[in-house]
């Protein structure tokens, strides 16, 4: 698109997933892509499918210093950024009440100070461009699912931080945005789900109706050309909140499972 080429987006939570298919877009909208993620094999092989339209950089974003770091090499590479994309998120099902100190604690350091951090450090740069921060939360806001109560709501604070920085930064010229996500296809959330937490977790969804409410899970490249419309808008205008949900009846594919046997 004309209104993106030439830009410079920072993608966190880039390697797989959404993230990656929000780089390709990017990308295929003539923009100039930071793709960070922790270390790992598909990080580096999003940097052999792109190129020099591609500065991979590992990094943890509940490290601030590391955060610090990522920004400050993406502006000296590409020397300017125009869009903060904050992606990366964890959400792992488990019975609150057994819910251990790591689980916990990962899921505020990555899903809200991980944020906070990226937010913190893209500021300086966005209000030399009159950037945009977009922030993806999760159709969770509004119906938490059971076993994904916490991950709710850290999606809330972020909505919430949202808010708030969108009327302290609009004198600056910085538009922030929310991208409320449905269901979505191909993710990368589960990977680390035992077979028993995806047995409970799917059982349970079915049970309270979640599950239903979610619908077939929509592609991850339509998600992706959400979030580049939204960029795309021209400035004088602002979306403060996009909900894009599964529009297709359905199950997810855990749900599906479960409702099977």
């Not at 994309?85 to 609150?96: D, E, G, K, R, S």
């Not at 969108?166 to 010229?173: F, P």
């Not at 538009?175 to 799917?202: I, N, P």
Request: net charge negative.
């Amino acid at each position: 698109m004309e209104q993106l080429a030439g830009k410079v987006a920072v993608v966190s939570g880039a390697s797989k997933g959404m993230g990656k298919h929000f780089v390709t877009a990017l990308i295929e909208a003539g923009m100039k892509v930071a793709a960070l993620a922790r270390p790992s094999a598909q990080l580096d092989e999003l940097a052999a499918q792109h190129g020099e339209a591609v500065l991979a950089i590992p990094c943890d974003v509940t490290d601030s210093a590391a955060v610090n770091r990522a920004i400050a090499r993406t502006a000296e590479r590409f020397g300017r950024i125009d869009v903060l994309v904050n992606n990366a998120a964890i959400y792992h099902p488990f019975p609150f009440g057994e819910g251990s100190d790591e689980i916990i604690r990962a899921h505020l350091d990555i899903n809200v100070l991980g944020v906070a951090w990226l937010i913190r450090a893209a500021i300086p740069h966005l209000k030399q461009t009159q950037g945009q921060i977009v922030s993806i939360s999760s159709e969770s806001v509004n119906l938490p699912f059971p076993m994904l109560a916490l991950y709710a709501a850290t999606k809330a604070a972020v909505e919430t931080l949202s808010a708030g920085l969108r009327d302290e930064l609009r004198s600056d010229g910085i538009r922030v945005s929310v991208l409320r996500s449905g269901s979505v296809s191909g993710g990368s959330g589960g990977e680390s789900w035992t077979d028993a937490e995806k047995q409970a977790f799917y059982t349970k969804i079915v049970q309270t109706g979640h599950a239903a409410m979610s619908g077939s899970p929509a592609t991850p490249e339509s998600m992706a050309k959400a979030l580049v419309a939204t960029l795309a808008l021209p400035r004088d205008i602002s979306v403060d909140l996009i909900e894009v949900r599964a529009a297709q009846e359905g199950l997810p594919e855990g749900a599906r499972q479960v409702t099977a046997s």
